[in-house]
Nanobody, 122 residues
Framework: QVQLVESGGGLVQAGGSLRLSCAAS????????MGWFRQAPGKEREFVAA????????YFADSVKGRFTISRDSAKNTVYLQMNSLKPEDTAVYYCAASSIATMAPRGMEYWGKGTLVTVSS
């Protein structure tokens, strides 16, 4: 089993920045992909960004390219999502997820954190 704990959400004005953290524990050696997803009220959960556990590749949704970056600290088993130039439409609950396979689909993720709320005011 793998446990994921997110932190770093909050309220920020449009144009501001936030950094989300996802600390992984347990059988982290089994992981292949770490991802961030988000779900706004009344909408489906959507992919935001992903990184291979090795750190070799990163992926982003078109809506966040150029504004968000994803990185990993292997010593801390922690993945970060740096969010810059935030927009009101980025408001959502952000979830960290992990999988033992190469996937970016929500249904492919085996482990999920409880989520952290990001609110961007206009």
């Amino acid at each position: 089993q793998v446990q994921l704990v997110e932190s770093g959400g909050g309220l920020v004005q449009a144009g501001g920045s936030l950094r989300l953290s996802c600390a992984a524990s347990g059988r982290t050696f089994s992981l292949y992909t770490m991802g961030w997803f988000r779900q706004a009220p009344g909408k489906e959960r959507e992919f935001v960004a992903a990184i291979r556990w090795s750190g070799s590749s990163v992926y982003f949704a078109d809506s966040v390219k150029g504004r968000f970056t994803i990185s990993r600290d292997s010593a801390k088993n922690t993945v970060y999502l740096q969010m810059n130039s935030l927009k009101p439409e980025d408001t959502a609950v952000y979830y960290c997820a992990a999988s033992s396979i190469a996937t970016m689909a929500p249904r492919g993720m085996e482990y999920w954190g409880k989520g952290t709320l990001v609110t961007v005011s206009s």
